[in-house]
């Protein structure tokens, strides 16, 4: 009884690992075959077919094997793109997707019209509550949300084909999630379309003030290494610096978004405002300026200097976004 | 519009929800953060989807398509992280539960420790009726002390209740103080310990006090009968043989000597707590206590019937096969069979040259065995038999 149930317990193991009885430990252990290239293991698709039932949304079994296949390729299971992905591995990332909201999605995308009605029916008040929320008006919330809906439905076409935004998810979040987001980008899109001549961000660059004289060597160093030590800060830190100067945003609105208490974004403020009053610091002093006098360049008047924090904090990032994701 | 604030290119809402999610593995997660903390018009995005999911709150549970599935799914994900883990732990608990898990046997024995059991009284011999008859339980006179002492007496009352011959223990102690062979009980009939050792006085006859070195007497002797029976109580496999013969039992008055012309009492309290009485008449004096415990004969039993004389002891198995030793020694002697049918029982052989005083010498002991067909064999050394 007892072998008979470690039996048990050790072939499903072995299965959970991706190796099968037969198989050596270093087989196992070996790269296997790029995920991208050998796409989803069978097994596993067999047992997501099962549990998502998405033939109760219209959807084949050949569709949901590309549906997956394609989202397999894209990401490589979440592994960079040269590692191998073993059984364990594809099935710990698919388990890690929405899969009952992408197989919903994917079916409305299809024009399924039960699928359909199962979106209105969960997500239609809902889609309304968040564009209300967004636009702080509910007219425009309503208009809002009726603009999404109806290019949710694929009413847009691109060269005669019907393009629902619904393709786009890949449930690797929440469709609810995606719903918001998506209506906060295009609350954005239409605030920046209608006010082409008042964009939302301005520069607050001072005119140049052709009487002012030349700052002094040490207000020119001083800035210097304010923007030395503000390039070097990291991505978070730079995050949270925009966030609260720069947005205006309150320390519970950026702790949401980073999922962190609130309280941590308070910690961290300081202890990133301290490290770049050090990293000044000693910028100053690597510059040829004393300690006293580094000390009183940091005491001069953020006035007199010539210092753009927007320009420092938001310049672009070296690399476009999408070459480094590679979707 | 500045390229600053506004990079070519931007997540797309996929992204950016899954990294509010934290649905998005590290390396990816840090090239969101990047951006947003340059590119305005996302971080703007993220805000207001936060915003909006703050003031309408999201159900719990996304929509399941089937309960089954998403029982079979977290089931099947908790057991996979778990298999390994969960049988090692088996193992471990088989592993211990068969070096540990008590043996069958230790289970007897621990049965067995159980309260002793009624006091089996053999039937009275045919000789003892008269003075069975005068066995009254009486009120204990007041200057007894040990009438407080139920225990003891209770446990007396149970050796007294066995039959003794006319020689009995008060008698001695009668005949110490008294004047001789004639018994306490015979000769002027007293009030005794409650129901202890049988004699007492009839019912209707005037209680008379009793002699106060025959009280003291019989207190020491309760005394040592209650460490008899917190001795059986305590091991329940000491065989206790209650001697008066052998016993000095000191009056508060002086030196009396209580000699038990009777035989001896032998109350054996084996492995099953119930007591065994010898058969009333049949034990010599100075028979020693004898420990039965882990008594195992050569043959693999215990002994069914044991009996001790001469520095001599004589076992019966549950077969009917008889072994002897010599003193305290380990060894048992197979005794070759010289009886008929099969002994069921070996015993000491009273003495008939005892007297009632108690004085004589004593003449070597015999040993008896009782065959399944009540015949009698006779041994002086235990090993040479003959029939009676």
């Known amino acids: 009884m007892f072998l008979q149930l470690f039996f048990k317990a050790s072939l499903a193991y072995l299965w959970g690992v991706g190796m099968t009885p037969i198989q050596s430990v270093d087989s196992a252990a070996a790269p296997g075959i790029p995920a991208a290239r050998s796409g989803a293991h069978p097994a596993v698709l067999d047992d997501l077919w099962r549990e998502c039932d998405a033939s109760a949304w219209g959807l084949t079994r050949t569709d949901f094997d590309l549906i997956l296949s394609s989202l397999a390729a894209a990401h490589n299971f979440g592994l960079e793109p040269e590692e191998a992905a073993t059984r364990h591995r594809q099935a710990g990332w698919f388990l890690s997707l929405k899969l009952n909201d992408l197989v919903l999605a994917r079916a409305c995308a299809a024009g399924n019209e039960r699928a359909w009605e199962r979106f209105v029916a969960l997500y239609e008040q809902q889609l309304i509550r968040a564009a209300i929320a967004i636009t702080g008006s509910e007219t425009v919330g309503r208009d809002l949300a009726g603009q999404l809906y109806a290019e949710l439905y694929g009413l847009t076409t691109r060269d005669g084909q019907r393009r629902c935004p619904l393709e786009s998810y890949r449930g690797r979040g929440s469709l609810i999630g995606w719903l918001r987001t998506t209506l906060a980008q295009r609350h954005v899109d239409h605030y920046r379309l209608t006010r082409r001549e008042e964009p939302i961000e301005e520069y607050d660059a001072p005119a140049a003030d052709p009487v002012t004289a030349q700052p002094s060597a040490e207000l020119r160093l001083l800035g210097e290494a304010i923007e030395e030590a503000l390039r070097r800060q990291e991505a978070e830190v730079r995050f949270l610096l925009a966030s609260y100067y720069i947005d205006g945003r309150t320390l519970a609105e950026i702790a949401r978004v980073l999922c962190v208490h609130e309280a941590t974004v308070s910690r961290k403020l300081h202890r990133a405002i301290d490290g770049i009053r050090k990293q000044v610091l000693r910028n100053l002093l690597a510059s040829g300026l004393s300690r006293r006098a580094a000390q009183e360049a940091l005491g001069a008047d953020p006035r007199d200097l010539d210092l753009h924090l927007k320009k420092l904090l938001q310049d672009p990032p070296s690399e476009s976004f999408q070459e480094k994701v590679a979707l | ?388």
């Open chain 2, 1 to 388: 519009m500045n390229q600053a604030l506004q990079p070519e290119l931007h997540p797309d809402a996929e992204s950016l929800n899954a990294f509010m999610e934290r649905a998005l593995p590290q390396p990816e997660r840090a090239q969101i953060l990047e951006h947003i903390a340059a590119c305005s018009q996302c971080r703007q995005i993220v805000f207001l989807s936060q915003q909006a999911a703050a003031e309408t709150p999201t159900p719990t549970a996304a929509p399941e398509a089937s309960p089954q599935a998403a029982w079979y799914r977290r089931w099947n994900l908790n057991w996979r992280i778990a298999w390994a883990p969960a049988a090692a732990f088996a193992l471990i608990v088989v592993v211990t539960l068969l070096l540990y898990w008590p043996r069958p046997a230790r289970q007897a024995e621990m049965a067995r420790n159980t309260p002793p059991a009624p006091i089996v009284s053999p039937a009275p011999s045919p000789s003892e009726p008269a003075i069975q008859a005068e066995v009254r339980p009486s009120a204990p006179p007041a200057s007894v002390k040990a009438a407080k002492k139920s225990d003891a007496i209770n446990a007396l009352r149970e050796l007294a209740e066995e039959p003794v011959p006319a020689t009995s223990y008060t008698g001695v102690v009668a005949g110490e103080i008294g004047t001789g062979s004639q018994s306490y009980a015979e000769r002027a009939p007293t009030s005794q310990a409650p129901g202890a050792f049988g004699q007492g006085i009839p019912a209707n006859a005037p209680a008379e006090p009793r002699p106060e070195p025959a009280v003291a007497a019989w207190e020491e002797q309760q005394q040592v009968a209650d460490e008899l029976s917190k001795i059986n109580k305590a091991t329940h496999t000491t065989e206790a043989r209650f001697s008066a013969k052998g016993d000095s039992i000191r009056s508060s008055e002086g030196m009396v000597k209580a000699r038990a012309a009777a035989p001896a009492m032998t109350a054996k309290s084996t492995l099953s707590s119930s007591f065994e009485i010898s058969p009333p008449g049949s034990a010599p004096f100075g028979m020693a206590a004898t420990k039965a415990e882990a008594v195992k004969l050569p043959s693999g039993f215990a002994p069914v019937s044991i009996a001790t004389a001469q520095h001599r002891t004589v076992a019966v198995d549950p077969a009917g096969s008889l072994f002897v030793r010599e003193g305290s020694a380990a060894n048992w002697e197979p005794v070759v069979h010289q009886w008929t049918g099969r002994a069921v029982e070996v015993r000491v052989q009273q003495p008939q040259s005892v007297g009632a005083s108690g004085n004589a010498a004593a003449p070597p002991a015999a040993f008896e065995i009782v065959n399944d067909s009540n015949l009698v064999w006779v041994s002086q050394d235990g090993k040479t038999w003959k029939a009676q």
